[in-house]
Nanobody, 126 residues
Framework: VQLQASGGGLVQAGGSLRLSCAASGRTLRSFRMGWFRQAPGKEREFVAAISWSGTSTYYADSVKGRFTISRDNAKNTVYLQMSSLKPEDTAVYYC????????????????????WGRGTLVTVSS
């Protein structure tokens, strides 16, 4: 499966952005999907994940209450709605996926995902 993230850009602190991750080559219906981000000079970190059905979502503490992950399996697309953005949210955002048929495990580690898209840059100005 090929993943393509889009929707990044420059936004002022307090603003909102919606990232999209479009998949091709395979249906995402059996995939756990995640969003990670990497700021300059820092390691890639977990942001959010969603189960194949969309019924379970998981968030990093730093974004809980501000970001919302969702998916539309009919469109083979995953979204990350980001609100109340802060300068510390500035990073390259990556979407990721792994085959998963409904485990309760949250999958928050980089090595737990098999598929990665090219990132999209989000810059939040103060």
């Amino acid at each position: 499966v090929q993943l393509q993230a889009s929707g990044g850009g420059l936004v002022q602190a307090g603003g909102s952005l919606r990232l999209s991750c479009a998949a091709s080559g395979r249906t995402l219906r059996s995939f756990r999907m995640g969003w990670f981000r990497q700021a300059p000079g820092k390691e890639r970190e977990f942001v959010a994940a969603i189960s194949w059905s969309g019924t379970s979502t998981y968030y990093a503490d730093s974004v809980k209450g501000r970001f919302t992950i969702s998916r539309d399996n009919a469109k083979n697309t995953v979204y990350l709605q980001m609100s109340s953005l802060k300068p510390e949210d500035t990073a390259v955002y990556y979407c990721s996926g792994r085959v998963d048929f409904g485990s309760d495990y949250s999958y928050r580690l980089v090595h737990e995902y098999d598929y990665w898209g090219r990132g999209t840059l989000v810059t939040v100005s103060s």
